[in-house]
């Protein structure tokens, strides 16, 4: 952004703050378009269809607005960084209300993912496949289709997941992109939220590994990792279903061990 815009941008912050001026709203509105369309073009390739990119503007606004309004001019902290989480936050609420995961989806999901957090506290390591396998009693084909069964990107993601003060929460995959708004009585927590999750991304097996950092800090599908790895789409899920359980399953023993 030129000098000339970001003086601009801040003389519509400072009249939107300070004296509540609604031309001055709509034109920030105007001026952070784009990065709305960018999270929700992001977005529009990782859910199923039934989904319009439309709705997904509609729904982004919403938290765009939102950021907006709880948006201190006076914390030092780029307007961007802040907007993004509630922006897409605020896509995935929409998209979680009109419940589009099957209800057997969801049970399958839970399922598995109690598995994993029972096995994570029973052995206090990652479990092997072969234990997931042997504690769910199914045979390794039986295994592999329920990995793909359950990897609907919103259902099964680094999502909400630890709540904090005042009834925030912290989002993984914005502790992986640094993005998570810190308020000043979250920074312990955020900080060693955010040193937990480096521990247990570098316990991953190395290719989930890699399909962790190319899908949330390179912002891949997982088409595209697929690509990258010379392996189908179908075989990328299921590394990212069981990097993503076996990350909330670690994650779940050690906050409970440090914040007890």
Known sequence: MKRSDNLKEDILWKKY?????????????????????HVAGKIITKIPDGFTFDDLLNYGFLGLIDAMNRYDIDRGIKFSTYAVPRIRGAIYDEIRKLDWVPQSIRRKSKKLSNTYNKLQKKLRRNPDDEEVRAELGLSCEEFNNLLVDVNI??????????????????????????????????LFFYDQMKELLGESIDKLPEKERLVVSLYYYEDLTLTEIGEIMDLTTARISQLHTKAIFRLRGYLSRKKDLLFA
């Open 17 to 37: 703050k300070k004296n509540n001026c609604q031309q001055s709203k709509e034109d920030l509105i105007l001026s952070y378009t784009p990065l709305v369309k």
């Open 153 to 186: 990107p919103e259902n099964i993601s680094l999502e909400s997941f630890f709540n904090v003060k005042g009834g925030d929460k912290i989002e993984l995959k914005d502790l992986i992109s640094d993005s998570a708004d810190k308020e000043p009585d979250n």
